[in-house]
Each structure stands twice: as C-alpha cells, then as structure tokens.
C-alpha cells in the first residue's frame, strides 16, 4: 500500500507560480512512477506529468515549458512547478503513484487532490 498527500494549492493570479508537493509513505520501493493529474468537474482526468523511477519525465503538450515535476533524492516527495499559470489550469490536482510489473499495471494509488485557482 502506497499513501499519499498532496499540498500546496491555492488561489494565484494569471501568470502566477504555484508548487506543489505530493509525499509518498508506505511501500514507496515498488512505485515504478509518480504523476500529477488534474480534473476538472465534468471532464475526464488528464494527465499533466510524470517521472519514472529512473527520472524520465513526460508532460502535457498543454504544460510544456511551464510546468516542471521534480523529486527529492529519498524519492519519497514529488514536486510540481507551475508557472506561468492561466486560467485553464484551474482544476483539481491529484498525485498518483504506479506500479508495473512485466508490462502491466499492479497498482494505481491516489492522493485526495488539492485545488488549484487561477484568476484571470
């Protein structure tokens, strides 16, 4: 089992900075990745970021050059970078934890979520 908690959201302006955190407790050795998503009420979840336990990253074409996902040396916390933030950006943020064995999803984790505002 995998627990996580996300931080850091919160009301900014249009062209604003946010960073948020997701913490990772429990069987943290078996993720094989860790992404941001976002939703929006309505809307499907989306996909912003990820970073493999290797440091690949992959990102949205929507985020690209704005957005940077990072973690720290222990792997255990994962950092989202948003800036130059837009109104479109306003959503619900989830940090999700995976593991895959031999090509296949093991196990999907989520955290609560945290909400993310931009003003126009």
């Known amino acids: 089992q995998v627990q996580l908690v996300e931080s850091g959201g919160g009301l900014v302006q249009a062209g604003g900075s946010l960073r948020l955190s997701c913490i990772a407790s429990?069987?943290?050795?078996?993720?094989?990745?860790v992404g941001w998503y976002r939703q929006i009420p309505g809307k499907q979840r989306e996909m912003v970021a990820r970073?493999?336990?290797?440091?690949?990253?992959t990102y949205a074409d929507s985020v690209k050059g704005r957005f940077t996902i990072s973690r720290d040396n222990a792997k255990t916390t994962v950092y989202l970078q948003m800036n130059s933030l837009k109104p479109e950006d306003t959503a619900v943020y989830y940090c999700?934890?995976?593991?895959?064995?031999?090509?296949?999803?093991?196990?999907?984790?989520w955290g609560q979520g945290t909400q993310v505002t931009v003003s126009s």
């Open positions: 429990g069987s943290t050795t078996s993720i094989n990745a």
């Open positions: 970073i493999t336990s290797s440091g690949f990253t």
């Open positions: 999700n934890s995976r593991t895959v064995v031999s090509g296949i999803i093991q196990n999907d984790y």
